[in-house]
């Protein structure tokens, strides 16, 4: 008989995610999962093409012929990214790709973009 009793008022202590929840009601909880699935969207899709309309060649065709590759990234992709100078060579197994000016990891990533990189190594030039 020493037990305490509870008020029947009383309701239980709401969790951090019930009481947010609570707050902000139902349109609150729609607009929050509306712009949750937005900026999931945008993260996953974004992302310019650096070099607009541009088709790479057939990986078989230059896969073999890594002079042929040196050539094409010589002729028609390092001219389309005039804001980086670059050159290219074949080295061993490999076509390596020298940035001498501009942001290297851009640089990088843009030729990624339409290349292999099984088939390319880059470094920094001075």
């Known amino acids: 008989m020493d037990e305490e009793k509870k008020p029947a008022s009383q309701e239980p202590k709401l969790t951090a995610g019930q009481a947010f ?6 349109a609150g909880c729609a607009m929050f999962l509306i712009v949750f699935v937005l900026a999931t969207v945008l993260c996953f899709t974004v992302g310019r093409d650096p070099i607009p309309g541009y088709t790479p060649p057939e990986r078989a065709s230059y896969e073999n012929d890594l002079p042929r590759l040196a050539d094409i990234l010589e002729e ?30 851009a640089a990088r ?3 990624l973009r339409y290349f292999p990189d099984d088939l390319m190594e880059f470094s920094e030039g001075g």
Do not use: C, H
């Open 21 to 26: 929840v609570k707050s902000i009601g139902p």
């Open 76 to 105: 028609q992709v390092f001219p389309a990214l005039p804001e980086y100078e670059m050159t290219a060579a074949v080295t061993g197994d490999r076509v390596t790709v020298t940035v001498t000016e501009g942001n290297f990891a």
């Open 109 to 111: 990533a843009a030729i």
